[in-house]
């Protein structure tokens, strides 16, 4: 008799743990399922915005803001300069934000973009790859002209927000002083 409760016990107790790991299994089953579905949804919604575009097009068919900053990291005290560029208008509005955004009607929601002007834009070249964007225009009332040369591509992650994002190396020239910068959005 005591022989036949151990071999219920142990069976219950093999049952028990058989049931218990069909379980474990069915929920890691539908977590993968619901996983990649995700997944495939956040593909759609992060495509990269520079990749199978030439920088002429990506730079203004896309709606979000472009910063501009010595590095993607780069601390400034005076803030990022934002750029929103207006393929119709063919415009560019500058602003000023305190970091980066993933979207503009975020940075819009934070109070954050701080309007330095509206400058028309046009390009200087015929470079499709690595165009130089002539603007004129004024910024806080000041008359201003600036060309922005597309050198190559970059991507990285905006740390302080966690923000990955892609665009290019680009030299400014404000007032005939070039400076590298990079110029970049999220993806």
């Known amino acids: 008799m005591i022989t036949n409760m151990k071999k219920n016990r142990s069976l219950a107790t093999i049952l028990a743990l058989v049931a218990t790991l069909s379980l474990f299994l069915a929920g890691c089953g539908n977590a993968s399922k619901k996983g990649s579905a995700d997944n495939d949804s956040s593909k759609a919604s992060m495509q990269n915005p520079v990749k199978d575009k030439p920088a002429k097009e990506a730079l203004?068919?896309?709606?979000?803001?472009?910063?501009?900053?010595?590095?993607?990291?780069?601390?400034?005290?005076?803030?990022?300069?934002?750029?929103?560029?207006?393929?119709?208008?063919?415009?560019?509005?500058?602003?000023?934000?305190?970091?980066?955004y993933k979207t503009y009607n975020e940075a819009k929601k934070a109070n954050d973009l701080n309007k330095q002007g509206t400058l028309t834009y046009s390009f200087k070249n015929d470079s499709d790859s690595q165009p130089v964007i002539y603007m004129k225009g004024k910024l806080s009332d000041i008359p201003m002209d600036q060309t922005v040369s597309v050198k190559s591509e970059v991507a990285g992650t905006y740390k302080a927000a966690n923000l990955k994002v892609t665009g290019y190396q680009v030299v400014r020239n404000l007032d005939d002083d070039p400076a590298k910068q990079v110029l970049v959005t999220p993806k």
């Not at 068919?61 to 393929?87: Q, R, V």
């Open 60 to 100: 203004v068919s896309n709606d979000n803001l472009w910063y501009m900053n010595g590095s993607i990291n780069y601390k400034s005290k005076s803030g990022i300069d934002a750029y929103k560029f207006d393929k119709q208008a063919n415009t560019v509005t500058i602003y000023s934000v305190n970091k980066m």
